[in-house]
């Protein structure tokens, strides 16, 4: 049986994950040609296309797809500190990043809902 507090531990875990991927992913693609996430972006993008595949620095475009991806980095993350700090192992990869790319979707939508991006504005 699980204790109560093993699930409040991986609640808060998953809340964690699944915001810093958003923020996380907000920051790198809306801000990337900004100064502080400008140098990291390009570091970022570098390494994507060396040494994983010659298109997945295309990832770093999509505010959507890249909130799949950056809850797996904190995830690493939080695995590593669960099991050091709390002894207890933490991986919730793909739902936190469901959840995240659902999450950033649907405040898109609402947004461009409220205020419509220029190219869809009529005249």
């Not at 693609?29 to 997945?56: A, C, D, G, T, Y």
């Not at 936190?96 to 947004?111: E, H, K, P, R, Y």
Request: proline share 5%; net charge positive.
């Amino acid at each position: 049986m699980v204790s109560s507090s093993l699930v409040l531990l991986w609640f808060v875990f998953f809340l964690i994950s699944v915001l810093s991927g958003f923020g996380s992913a907000v920051a790198l693609v809306e801000k990337r040609f900004s100064w502080p996430i400008r140098p990291l972006n390009i570091r970022l993008r570098r390494w994507l296309q060396r040494f994983v595949h010659k298109k997945m620095h295309r990832v770093l475009k999509c505010t959507v797809c890249t909130s799949f991806w950056m809850p797996f980095l904190c995830d690493l993350f939080l695995l590593v500190l669960s099991y050091s700090f709390f002894g207890v192992l933490y991986w919730l990869w793909p739902l936190t990043g469901f959840v995240c790319l659902g999450l950033t979707w649907l405040i898109m939508q609402v947004l461009n809902s409220i205020d419509p991006p220029v190219s869809r504005v009529e005249e």
